[in-house]
């Protein structure tokens, strides 16, 4: 086993503790939580080892960076995950790989995701990602639309062809009413799925919390972490 092996296979065991003291302090069982490592800027070749040592699902931000890694790996039994803000004009080559994207948060995004996957007759797993954030356009920092526009959006996704609605995603916020509120932050996440799945029951997927804050994410019930730093390591910056 090479030393990167090493270090990722110990990285990984520390965060399935983490994971699984998470899930019994809430009472959760530990299969009730998927873990997604977060693999952006680390290459394939990690990816690979990744999957040697059981990881199941990965997640990129960048489609510059996710189309070669994912094209390098295809021959893994990975479920790939497209987190990062999406813009209209990678969608084609993002349907290619991506089974999940977690950043559904506009209709035109939603049209050129449905209108491709068609094209390429593939069906494609969709998040609302939501904004604690919003302000007043109704828009996050970071991406993502303001709960008020979950159910609008969701009901676009759920008629669209080509497209699952399977859930919600957000990333803690760092501005706003929830900012250094995590776990509050995650439990409102929960609330919002409760409404979605009132309208959508199989949307339960629930994606929150990451290597910082993933016990929050779990207490709150979440079913998907994404976790990236503590499975793979702090990246040196360049220059």
Request: charged share 25%; glycine share 10%; aromatic share 2%.
């Amino acid at each position: 086993m090479t030393d990167r092996k090493d270090e990722l296979a110990a990285n990984l065991a520390k965060v399935e503790r983490r994971i699984a003291d998470a899930c019994a302090a809430a009472g959760r069982g530990r299969d009730e939580v998927t873990l997604i490592v977060v693999t952006k800027t680390y290459p394939a070749s990690d990816v690979r080892m990744l999957s040697e040592l059981g990881v199941r699902h990965v997640a990129e931000n960048r489609d510059q960076d996710a189309a070669p890694k994912a094209a390098a790996c295809s021959d893994l039994p990975l479920t790939w995950h497209f987190v990062g803000q999406l813009q209209t004009n990678k969608v084609r080559s993002v349907v290619g790989y991506a089974d999940m994207v977690q950043s559904v948060d506009r209709a035109r995004l939603v049209t050129a995701l449905s209108r491709e996957a068609e094209r390429q007759e593939r069906e494609v797993g969709c998040l609302i990602q939501v904004a604690l954030d919003a302000g007043e356009n109704g828009r996050g920092e970071r991406g993502g639309v303001g709960p008020d526009g979950i159910e609008e959006l969701g009901e676009l996704v759920a008629g669209a062809p080509g497209l699952r609605l399977a859930g919600l995603m957000t990333v803690a916020p760092l501005t706003g009413p929830y900012a250094g509120r995590e776990q509050a932050a995650f439990e409102r996440l929960m609330d919002l799925s409760t409404d979605l799945r009132r309208a959508h029951p199989a949307a339960n997927m629930v994606s929150a919390g990451m290597s910082a804050d993933l016990e929050q994410a779990v207490a709150a019930g979440a079913t998907h972490v994404r976790v990236g730093t503590a499975v793979l390591g702090v990246r040196a910056r360049l220059g």
